[in-house]
């Protein structure tokens, strides 16, 4: 077996294996520190046979459901949390705040702001556990990052559009309207009122089939290649059936795709249009123009505070207008607030490399490891906690072959996976100089680790 510094346990290649990458290729060429970076779902068959790693980089960690196995099996671990989802609005606070002895005890944060690092204090996780580093993907639409993505020219002659039309994308997010009723009551169960949840399922749809029709009108337009890309839960196939539900044949200027990443395609575009979607912000930090499209008002249960920093469009004609001639302005007020927020704090990329550097070198705080309770999920059928604990980190039934299926909603980010030594080897060429130029951060290099104790199974005394 193995001995590596760290594991990267990423869910959806689109969203997270351009930083993840990044920082493999960080540590190794500043710090000296190995990285493996895994899809988590289908690295767990064959993983805890190959290595061992000192610190385990999880993409959330709300409580000890999620990835459970790797919480058993790396238990003496340390985990980081890297926290992909920190912009939510009001109707999932609750369910995506950190909750159980091991997610606020037992694991480093990472904070993209003072707002999310507030959440956590609120949650009961002990400050020395909160890094708070800023928006690493926000990075990457800036220099050097951005070197790393497909040029225009290359992605029109791929997908087959037109460089000269006017490129408007949609990266989609009507996430309620695809939600299956398994998904609705799991949500029910993690805090939500039925009520807001049925709610905020019919707002969404009536927003998303008002928002089609606007789209395939715009798609008739001569001068337009309209690109909308659903979102990672929802394929192509099932995205475009539904629209074709609701409208019939879509015009051939209309592209439903995931082949390139929202990344590439914001990039490329010339302006972007989307619901809620924080891909919006991505779009004002790129410096491109973005608007929220708003055919029904939302309820306060989906809006959130940077909603009010970019133009909203409530009819099809005023949809036109914004794409086909968006307003020529300096820095929009999303993007300025984007960077105070999120962004002040100088690289954030840079700074979790350095910080997972003091992290393993013993330099920075770190909790101890979780006790065995506190990563066992409720027994069934009345078996004891212990046995349960024991059953499942002995005999996990998700590593027999017969329950090692691939979710077809997996299938490209286990692809994915295999790219990942070209992924980490591409970013030499655009980060070598930049790193030579930035001087190593104080205490990332380490004398060893600090001591830290052996898990204390001890269950806390009751309050009072």
Not at 67 to 74: A, F
Not at 84 to 111: C, D, M, N
Not at 399 to 414: A, H, N, S, T
Request: charged share 20%; aromatic share 10%.
């Amino acid at each position: 077996m193995r001995r590596v510094d760290f594991c990267v346990l990423f869910e959806r290649a689109a969203r997270e294996l351009d930083v993840a990458t990044a920082l493999a290729y960080i540590l190794s060429r500043r710090h000296g520190l190995t990285t493996e970076v895994v899809q988590q779902y289908h690295a767990r068959a064959t993983i805890f046979r190959r290595i061992r790693p000192d610190v385990v980089i999880l993409p959330y960690a709300y409580h000890e459901r999620y990835n459970n196995h790797y919480l058993m099996r790396w238990r003496t671990a340390t985990f980081f949390n890297l926290t992909w989802e920190q912009l939510f609005y009001p109707g999932v606070a609750t369910a995506k705040s950190p909750r159980g002895e091991f997610a606020v005890r037992h694991v480093i944060h990472h904070a993209w702001s003072d707002t999310y690092a507030d959440l956590l204090r609120a949650s009961g996780v002990p400050e020395p556990h909160i890094f708070i580093g800023g928006q690493p993907a926000y990075a990457l639409y800036q220099e050097p990052y951005r070197r790393y993505f497909k040029p225009r020219s290359q992605i029109a002659h791929e997908s087959g559009l037109d460089p000269a039309r006017r490129w408007v994308f949609l990266p989609e997010n009507y996430n309620w309207a695809f939600y299956n009723d398994a998904m609705l009551a799991e949500l029910v169960r993690s805090g939500l009122p039925a009520a807001q949840v049925a709610a905020m399922r019919e707002v969404v749809t009536t927003s998303f089939e008002a928002a089609m029709r606007w789209c395939v009108a715009l798609a008739r337009r001569s001068d337009v290649e309209l690109v909308i890309r659903p979102r990672p839960s929802t394929s192509p196939k099932l995205f475009r059936a539904r629209v074709e539900e609701i409208l019939g044949p879509l015009p051939p200027r209309i592209s439903i795709t995931v082949r390139d990443t929202v990344r590439e395609w914001i990039l490329a575009s010339d302006v972007v249009i989307s619901s809620y979607s924080t891909s919006l912000i991505e779009a004002a930090v790129a410096g491109k123009p973005s608007f929220m499209l708003k055919p029904v008002p939302l309820p306060e249960s989906l809006h959130s505070e940077w909603h009010d920093l970019l133009p909203h469009l409530r009819s099809e004609d005023e949809m036109t207008a914004a794409v086909v001639a968006p307003p020529q302005d300096g820095g929009s007020p999303l993007a300025r607030w984007a960077q105070s927020a999120l962004l002040s704090r100088g690289d954030p990329i840079l700074r979790i490399a350095d910080e997972l550097a003091r992290i393993r070198a013993g330099s920075a705080p770190i909790p101890e490891p979780p006790p065995w309770w506190s990563i066992t999920p409720q027994a069934p059928f009345g078996i004891p906690p212990r046995l349960w604990y024991e059953l499942r980190r002995r005999f996990p039934t998700s590593l027999w072959p017969p329950f090692r299926r691939v979710d077809p909603e997996l299938l490209g980010d286990v692809a994915a996976a295999q790219e990942v030594p070209e992924r980490v080897r591409r970013w030499g060429p655009i980060l070598d100089e930049y790193l030579a130029s930035v001087a190593a951060s104080q205490g990332a290099e380490g004398s060893g680790r600090v001591a830290v104790a052996p898990p204390s199974d001890a269950r806390p005394a009751p309050a009072g």
